[in-house]
């Protein structure tokens, strides 16, 4: 063991503990897969993250991504989170992008004044969900059928299904049963049970949606404060499909007692990229 750098970063705010949190360790050379994992478990977040020297052609840094149990191909509060931690480490871009490895390959992030953005990865599936599993989430959520307005596949790396409701106020209402959603998990393999609702806010709101974000925890149901992976997904269902512009903010979080602000853009190139601001909350060094 020595000491490494690290930092803890809140994700999504530019307000210190409004956001997501993420842990940093900047320098995970030498780490063996059993080691991150036990460190990640015992931060108790939802994710930690470690930089390593890059293996592709291309790539600025290489992160590993891990939540407690398992680890992830791809995430989005962590690749922003690790992004920021880097640059304000010192860490320089070899060309006019931020170029993170990771599992899911080569991710581009860019700057966007004080926010960084990533440019959201492939869905790896789309399409609308089979109707029994619409149904199951329905009750679920404790919704009526009638109120998913729509839904789709939003599993970018993470499996996310996604369904919208008819408004943010009922987004905020759910109370969702974590007895019935299990039965997503049933007949599929790895953590399917993941689903993500979203409903759109008032006129003239800074935020277009509210989105809430819900996956098996040891507890039951555990929801995630403010989520990358999920708002990509979602933004490329919902502007591909007409429901969203191409530029709006998500909020995120405020069931919890959180303001995320998720910033979506679809460039002319066809590109989706997902913002928001970080800041860092703990700088120091960690004992691995």
């Not at 052609?57 to 891990?66: E, K, L, N, S, T």
């Not at 700057?111 to 969900?129: K, M, T, W, Y």
């Not at 049933?186 to 399917?192: L, M, T």
């Not at 800074?206 to 929801?223: D, S």
Request: charged share 20%; glycine share 14%; proline share 7%.
């Amino acid at each position: 063991m020595r000491l490494r750098p690290f930092k803890q970063v809140d994700v999504f705010t530019e307000v210190p503990y409004r956001g997501n949190p993420l842990a940093v360790v900047l320098d995970g050379q030498g780490l063996d897969e059993e080691e991150m994992q036990r460190f990640t478990d015992w931060t108790n977040l939802s994710e930690a993250t470690f930089l390593l020297p890059p293996t592709q052609p291309g790539a600025d840094y290489r992160v590993r991504i891990f939540s407690p149990g398992r680890e992830l191909p791809f995430a989005g509060h962590p690749t922003l989170g690790s992004c920021h931690a880097w640059l304000e480490a010192g860490g320089r871009p070899r060309g006019e992008h931020v170029v993170q490895e990771c599992g899911v390959g080569l991710v581009k992030l860019r700057r966007d004044g004080q926010r960084l953005a990533f440019a959201a990865p492939p869905l790896r599936r789309g399409g609308p969900l089979p109707e029994e599993d619409v149904a199951l989430i329905a009750r679920g959520l404790g919704v009526a059928r009638a109120d998913i307005v729509d839904h789709a596949w939003c599993d970018n790396g993470p499996h996310w299904r996604g369904v919208l409701l008819q408004s943010a106020e009922q987004v905020l209402a759910l109370q969702p049963d974590a007895t019935v959603l299990a039965g997503l998990d049933i007949g599929v393999v790895g953590p399917r049970g993941k689903v993500g609702v979203v409903g759109a806010r008032p006129q003239g709101d800074e935020c277009a949606f509210e989105v809430r974000a819900f996956f098996p925890g040891n507890n039951g149901m555990a929801e995630d404060p403010v989520t990358g992976s999920l708002n990509a997904a979602l933004a490329q269902w919902l502007i591909g499909a007409g429901i969203a512009p191409r530029r709006y903010i998500a909020s995120q979080g405020t069931a919890l007692g959180r303001a995320g602000r998720v910033h979506v853009e679809r460039d002319d190139a066809g590109e989706t990229w997902i913002g928001g601001a970080s800041v860092t909350c703990v700088d120091g060094q960690v004992r691995l």
